[in-house]
């Protein structure tokens, strides 16, 4: 009745409706007029912090540096730092961009058809630009009007007015970012605005790259605002690629006067919009609907990144189940395999995380009867108890796909429990783990970071002579910290989430000789919980996730094959292991809003791959001298969908009653390899403790000496 219970509820999901909104044009707010030093300007750039702002214009030939007094306001009153008149290197600058860093300025101009950089003495400062001469000067030809780099300055584009109906942008690549002696010319988009001439002036990206934006000015102050000047935007396939693009739509401003759209930006996260024009000399503002909104909303459905992040979450919670599960799995497999041995503390693991948290815990809670051999066998005999621990190191990759960007995952965790024999054949026991899991999705930078801790009790059992049931009931605790990076921008959040789980699993044990083959059959319940949260950092992409429930279904055939073989003062336990894996959980989805706006999405169906293989294989290795080593290498093939590596390591050494050895390695970031003596003389502990990193450049030392004892 309680499983039935159980299984309901795991079914039950919420329903929530979908809010519509009305897409707005940009709003004008605010603008700065500078007609006092420049006529006829063609660009407005900003710094990152948007607190120095840059204009140019090919009326007086001076590129002019502002500050501000607030980030990306022109109303807050800004005050001239720098002018420098640059007629006699540069006679009609168009644009300006800068490197990542603002230590180098480029300006693309029509006189020469080239563009000119200077490298600054302070980063986005043009007080070091000579007058005289630029640092370098290359020539592009074809008329250019502006230019604009990817994020990594990988990649150049360049616009061109080729004739008064049509225009260009050339895409070239760049060997080493942001030299453009090492550019090559590898695509190309024609302008043609049918019935619309002008110029092809302005050109920017969205902070993703996924929208490209291209200005078209009217070519003389009596031509007709409405139909001449306009932003155009496109969206692209993939960011910075302009092999594909999908025209959005136009946004002509509507001014009482006359004007000649040239230049376009934007702030950090593309919450505002700004341009110039040639005729009424300033620069203007703009508040836009939604992130780099000028024509549409950026779908976040439409953004693998943001898919990928949504989708590795989901996964993220449902493999918790699984690894939380395997290590006390293993457990009881490892109890059958050794039942006959009178110590069962066998599986001694001291472990050394790069994680704080995981370090920590595995200091803290390390029983002392898992580091001291006699008193481990005291503690048995008086409580039959018997402590292990185990620690688990998993590396996997899931390709990506046409909606969803590809994920890395490194999971490290430890599992300690404690079990006793309540009969003959019948053990139970409890067990608790700490893991983290870090993924890292697509290549923009964004990521999840998920620390859980789960309570497991367990039972295992005989159903028949040889046939067994192993149960475990569970639930955890999940804090999550989540990064979404846009390229330029990034927002952050933190999730928390509830999870319960079990998992029953039948088995049965066929022996010839001292070959046994085991199979098996398992299934995996599951309900998670995640909280509902809002992302900070960025106002304009800033999402709100609500709450989502994902339900886990599991269901899993296999079989294991083991062996003891005898060698010299002790046996060694080979095994191997193959299982197939069906998930046949119902799909969750997430439903999502701008936060500063309130239009609302939905991803719907997200699951795992249906299908997968795991495979394994290891060996127990137990000495008479007190040796004792427990590993295991799986590997999990989803079909068609990624893969998952991990590794499971214990071992110990007692060479006397009261000296033990502990080996560990943590292989997640740096493979760090640790070795503990431990001595009790005459009512103290003396330990000395040493690692080495495996992957140092630097050889990488340490060690440590430490007594103790019990008052």
């Known amino acids: 009745m309680r499983l039935a219970r159980f299984i309901s509820y795991l079914f039950l999901m919420l329903f929530l409706n979908i809010k519509a909104f009305a897409f707005t044009d940009p709003n004008h707010v605010d603008d700065f007029d500078f007609s006092a030093s420049e006529t006829i300007s063609t660009t407005v750039k900003f710094s990152p912090d948007g607190k120095t702002m840059f204009v140019i214009g090919v009326s007086s030939d001076t590129l002019r540096q502002y500050s501000l007094g607030t980030a990306f306001d022109l109303s807050s009153s800004p005050t001239l730092v720098h002018e420098k008149f640059i007629r006699t290197i540069q006679n009609a600058a168009q644009d300006i961009e800068f490197n990542s860093d603002g230590t180098i300025i480029y300006i693309i101009g029509t006189d020469g058809d080239d563009i000119d950089q200077w490298t600054l003495s302070s980063p986005y400062d043009i007080g070091s630009i000579s007058t005289t001469a630029s640092s370098k000067n290359i020539n592009i030809g074809g008329n250019p009007r502006g230019l604009k780099f990817s994020n990594d300055g990988k990649k150049l584009f360049i616009v061109h007015q080729v004739s008064t109906a049509k225009g260009r942008v050339d895409e070239f690549t760049l060997t080493t970012p942001y030299d453009l002696d090492t550019r090559t010319k590898t695509n190309e988009l024609t302008l043609s605005y049918t019935g619309i001439g002008g110029r092809r002036q302005g050109i920017n990206f969205s902070s993703d790259g996924y929208k490209l934006f291209i200005t078209n000015s009217a070519t003389d102050s009596s031509d007709p605002e409405a139909s001449r000047n306009l932003i155009r935007e496109y969206s692209l396939d993939s960011p910075f690629n302009i092999s594909n693009p999908t025209n959005n739509g136009d946004f002509q401003p509507s001014y009482a006067a006359k004007f000649r759209l040239t230049g376009l930006t934007f702030n950090n996260d593309g919450s505002k919009m700004f341009h110039t024009d040639f005729t009424n000399h300033k620069a203007y503002e703009y508040t836009l609907f939604c992130a780099f909104g000028v024509k549409t909303c950026t779908d976040p459905t439409s953004d693998n990144d943001d898919v990928g992040s949504v989708e590795a979450q989901s996964s993220a919670t449902k493999k918790l189940i699984q690894h939380t599960s395997y290590p006390v799995l293993n457990r009881m497999e490892w109890l059958r395999r050794n039942k006959d041995s009178v110590n069962l503390t066998n599986q001694n693991l001291k472990l050394q995380f790069s994680n704080e948290i995981l370090a920590s815990l595995s200091n803290l809670l390390m029983p002392s009867s898992l580091t001291n051999d006699n008193t481990s066998s005291n503690q048995s005999i008086s409580t039959n108890w018997s402590y292990w621990s185990e620690g688990t190191i998993s590396i996997g990759k899931v390709g990506d796909s046409l909606s969803s960007s590809a994920k890395s995952i490194n999971t490290s965790a430890i599992t300690i429990g404690a079990d006793k024999k309540v009969d003959k054949d019948r053990i139970h026991g409890f067990a608790l783990r700490f893991g983290n899991d870090d993924v890292k999705v697509g290549k923009l930078g964004s990521a999840l ?81 995640l909280s509902d949260y809002k992302e900070k950092g960025a106002e304009g992409l800033n999402l709100r996730f609500g709450r989502q429930n994902i339900g886990t279904i599991v269901s899993s055939l296999g079989s294991t094959i083991d062996n003891t073989i005898n060698i010299n003062n002790g046996i ?137 004892t019990n008052f």
């Open 449 to 529: 970071d998920m620390n859980s801790l789960s309570l497991t009790i367990y039972e295992t059992r005989p159903t028949s002579d040889n046939m067994f049931m192993d149960i475990l009931l569970g639930a955890s605790a999940i804090k999550t910290d989540l990064i979404n990076n846009s390229g330029t921008v990034s927002t952050n959040g933190k999730r928390n989430g509830q999870q319960v789980f079990s998992s029953i699993k039948f088995r049965e044990t066929f022996t010839k000789e001292k070959i046994n083959f085991t199979p098996n059959i398992k299934l995996d319940l599951g309900l998670t919980t």
């Open 572 to 708: 060694l336990k080979p095994k191997i292991q193959l299982q197939y894996n069906a998930d046949l959980s119902p799909s969750s989805s997430q439903v999502f809003e701008y936060a500063s706006n309130g239009t609302s999405y939905v991803i719907e169906n997200i699951n795992n791959s249906t299908h997968n293989i795991n495979g394994s294989f290891g060996f127990d290795l137990i000495t008479d001298n007190g040796l004792s080593i427990t590993s295991n290498y799986e590997r999990s093939q989803n079909k068609g969908a990624g893969h998952t590596d991990a590794f499971y390591f214990a071992g110990k050494l007692s060479s006397r009653k009261d000296e033990t050895y502990t080996l560990s390695l943590d292989g997640i970031q740096s493979f760090n390899t640790k070795l503990d003596y431990k001595r009790s003389l005459n009512g103290f502990d003396i330990t000395f403790s040493s690692n080495y990193n495996l992957t140092s450049l630097i050889p990488d030392y340490g060690a440590n000496i430490e007594v103790s």
